[in-house]
């Protein structure tokens, strides 16, 4: 059993509130993501459950018991450390091994378990080297051995990717994935890479200036933002944003953005009537702006037309800089559009997947359906 | 004309060697003259005549004969290397565990505290013997090596502190916290991973409080009259100068081998100082 449940935790340094307070529970073997901009309070959070800083109020339960007062050691946890913090005079073996030797385990134990972690990892050759004698990649496959030869109850994560170069990022999401399988552990991660959490994540926190936002699966996070900031997070590129005003024609609902109109669906009404007349925000992701020539039949779409800025040619698809009006969008479209620069051009946006949201802060989502 | 880069960097070489040598005369000139004198019989110390940067007659053992076995060199050589070793080891325990609190805990004050620590450094010596003899004196240390185990430190502590702080404050704070995830007491953290890492600090302030300690002349020559109980600091200067005899030669024979402790300890540590400064840092 490894449930993790802060309570009420908050955290402030002197003045400065790097937390405010909130409730979070993190099933047993769970992918837990923590994700937000830098500064938001994910490192502190991570911290305050790894013992290294204390709560400025609540409580932290570590499956059943209290840790509050506890120190890091007899906490059951393992940590990843941004930087890796790997032990300089020592080898990758002692690197790995210390945490076992400091609890008294056996040294054929001791072997059995940091040779099983290096055949996980793919580090059997490395273990008489000295972490300066590793590449970044190496290194961070040490720094996840330390923790994984001590088998926690929970693991801990702060970054451990944003270090490394693009592509063995790619790679370090897959293994983490995967070892989060093979392991079974309670993973908690922090990260302000949403890729990251999307892909690895089995359940999300958004944080943002020391607030929870969100708390969901990634799919639920991406399709129901609760508000403008969540939205504007998770995806990439990101939401495009438009101040809008519904309008009611003929007992038909549109969205106004003042150079066009968009149709509303119909089974959407009921929820947007109360809106009318009033300001709202539009939020539509690029993957929901089609090129009108090629949409796919099945979603109810509504088009506008725009003139093409930029044409940037992903392979899979083609994302268009867009404008209309006073306007600047965003559309991932169809890799056959005859979209060209400075030509007008007509997209479809699904308007099942539009989002509109309050002008006021906290600028949150219009409830749209059930 | 063009020079290769690597004849650039040869010169380059060459121009920073040859401003060094004023720098190298200066220094070593002292233990030059220190050298010779010791070796000089003392008919030619006192002449006036002939070159006096070199030995003219054959060299002598004369000096070295006398401190030896006519005064207690050995025995103040021996006060001398105790106090130095002892203090050395209280400096380092203590400088150590201060420097580590001021550097990484949070408490009331600490962001003053390693300056108010330094600040007492800059109070000199000659501005305290007269309190501390009072307080030597309640201990009833007076006229025993001892003394110096309190009196020392108070010379080498703030200074060691200080050195310290700078080299732990460089270290990451995340090594300390993936030792204590790793399940480390404080203690062990310390001792398996924090010190092994700082260990060029730890060598250049052991460095510095042995010296200190060694080299130390005011404390025991005020305190000490005991011929038995002097350093080497106090009893050679006591002992060979009388009045205004000097004598030349057995003090510069003197000051030779007092020297020699301290030499043996930087060579041997300096291998370990610039192989600490060279080991790959964190990330
Ligand atoms: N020891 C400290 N003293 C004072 N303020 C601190 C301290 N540690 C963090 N903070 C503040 O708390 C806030 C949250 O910091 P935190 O390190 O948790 O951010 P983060 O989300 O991990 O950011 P990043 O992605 O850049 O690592 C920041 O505004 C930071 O300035
Ligand atoms: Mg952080």
Partial sequence: MSKVSLENVCKNFGN????SCFYLDVEDKEFLVLLGPSGCGKSTTLRMIAGLEELTEGNIYIGDKLVNDMPPRDRDIAMVFQDYALYPHMTVYHNMAFGLKLRKFPRTEIEQRVKEAADILGIQDLLERKPRELSGGQRQRVAVGRAIVRKPAVFLFDEPLSN????????MRAELSKLHDQLKTTIIYVTHDQVEAMTMGTKIVIMNEGIIHQVGSPMEIYDYPVNKFVGGFIGSPGMNFLSAKIVSEKSRLYVDTGGFQL????????FLESKTDQEVILGIRPEHIQDAVFTDETSITDSFKAVVEVVETLGAEVQLNVVSGEHDLIARVDP????ARHQEIELAVNMEKIHIFETEPPNERVKTEE | MSLTLVQQKKRKITYSYLGLVPFLVFFLFPLYWMLITAFKPDSEITSLKGIPFIIHSVPTLDHFKFILFKTRFIQWFWNSFQIAIVVTIITMIVSILGAYAISRLRFLGSRYFGVGIFCTYLVPPALLFIPFYKVVGILGLIN?????????????????TWILIGYFTAIPRALDEAAFVDGATYIQMLTRVFLPVAAPGLIASTLFAFTVSWAQFLYPLAYIYRDEEKVLTNGIYTTLIRGDVYHWGELMGGALLA??????????????YIAGL???TIK
């Fill in chain 1, 16 to 19: 400065v509130e790097a937390v």
């Fill in chain 1, 164 to 171: 490394l170069d693009a592509k063995l990022r790619g790679q």
């Fill in chain 1, 263 to 270: 149709l509303i669906p119909s089974k959407k009404n009921s």
């Fill in chain 1, 336 to 339: 056959r559009t005859k979209a």
């Fill in chain 2, 144 to 160: 025993t090596k001892w003394c110096l185990l309190f009196l020392y430190p108070t010379l080498t502590v703030p200074f060691c």
């Fill in chain 2, 259 to 272: 020297s020699v402790p301290v030499v043996v300890l930087f060579a041997f540590l300096m291998d370990y």
């Fill in chain 2, 278 to 280: 060279t080991r790959g």
